[in-house]
């Protein structure tokens, strides 16, 4: 498709055992990280290189699987989620189809590999999959797969049986494709959403995403998650960081001016995600007086109040002198405030 790789995924034919033995042998480190799913890490000049064995599930619950190892490329496919990701590549570069993957990913249409319900059975998780492969290489024109979007309907209720940990990961992922508004809506329509942050709405998204194109600004999955709505910070597990993110992409202010100065780097975000749950644009003369106030800097120091003023009393009129001074969309001069 043209894009970037961000990692290598390596399978081999080759069980855990013999994987060991070849890299003692040729002076490679390994690491067996998960050797009962016959997964070794090859540790060459500082980088890992996880490589799997060809496999197949034994037994499922829905989070968890067995495996068997298998020496057939063609079994290793059959347990893998998506035909598109059921692609095999030689080491002379010669592409292995077993699932018919290279069809459906030049297409944009996200499909099981062979029963939706049953990849589904083997890793709930999946159902997040669908939609963020979609929103990443789904063909938007042609809509989302029915057969595979049926499936995700049926077993939405186990949802909740999932770890916050993993469903975090894979929305957040979602969320940061360059347009998942429709895989979004469709999560929404089916009840995904509910399960997942239960008071949530797909409405201000696709709102929001014009909003970001049309100011320029990058993307960022903590104010698509805010836009969503439903408490995140209740039902996820966001990070320390990304719930300081959340918490201010929610701050609403008297003006853009203050929204800028109190926010940073974080106020045109902001700006958008209120605009958007108004349904309305975000205009240019709010952009630049936030940009203002994103560069200001508050002229009087507790320095400058001391020794008259101390503890308490020091931080009380700071704060009111700050608000003076924003007030004045940063007019007031330092003199002005002491006067």
Request: with cysteine; proline share 5%; glycine share 8%.
């Amino acid at each position: 498709m043209g894009r970037d790789v961000t990692d290598l995924d390596l399978a081999t034919d080759a069980e855990p055992k013999e994987m060991l033995r070849l890299a003692e042998e040729d002076g490679i480190k390994a690491v067996p990280t998960g050797i009962d799913h016959g997964t070794v890490t090859f540790v060459v000049d500082g980088e890992p290189y996880e490589i799997t064995t060809f496999r197949n599930d034994v037994e499922t619950d829905g989070r968890h699987a067995t495996v068997a190892f298998s020496k057939d490329f063609r079994e290793d496919a059959k347990r893998r989620d998506f035909t598109m990701n059921a692609l095999y590549a030689k080491p002379d570069g010669s592409v292995l189809d077993p699932v018919f993957g290279l069809t459906d990913l030049c297409s944009g249409i996200v499909r099981f590999v062979g029963d939706a319900t049953l990849r589904i059975n083997e890793d709930y998780l999946r159902i997040l999959r669908f939609f963020r492969f979609h929103a990443w290489y789904g063909n938007t024109n042609k809509g989302i797969e029915p057969e595979g979007l049926a499936a995700c309907a049926e077993h939405v209720d186990q949802l909740p049986s999932l770890s916050r940990e993993r469903v975090t990961v894979e929305l957040l992922k979602l969320l940061s494709a360059p347009d998942p508004s429709m895989a979004v809506s469709s999560m929404d329509a089916i009840g995904v959403l509910m399960h997942l942050l239960p008071g949530s709405s797909a409405t201000a998204l696709p709102v929001l995403i014009h909003l970001e194109v049309e100011n320029g600004l990058v993307v960022d999955p903590i104010a698509r998650l805010c836009a969503l709505g439903g408490e995140p910070e209740n039902h996820l597990r966001l990070s320390k960081a990304q719930e300081r993110t959340l918490f201010a992409y929610r701050d609403a202010y008297e003006s853009p001016h203050e929204t800028g100065y109190r926010l940073g780097e974080l106020a045109l975000h902001n700006l958008a995600i209120q605009a958007a749950h108004f349904g309305v644009i975000l205009d240019s003369k709010q952009v630049e007086k936030a940009k203002i106030g994103m560069s200001a800097e508050f002229p009087v120091k507790a320095q400058d109040l001391m020794p008259t003023l101390s503890g308490k009393a020091l931080g009380d009129k700071l704060k009111e002198l700050e608000q003076r001074w924003i007030i004045s969309e940063f007019q007031l001069t330092k003199d002005q405030l002491l006067d």
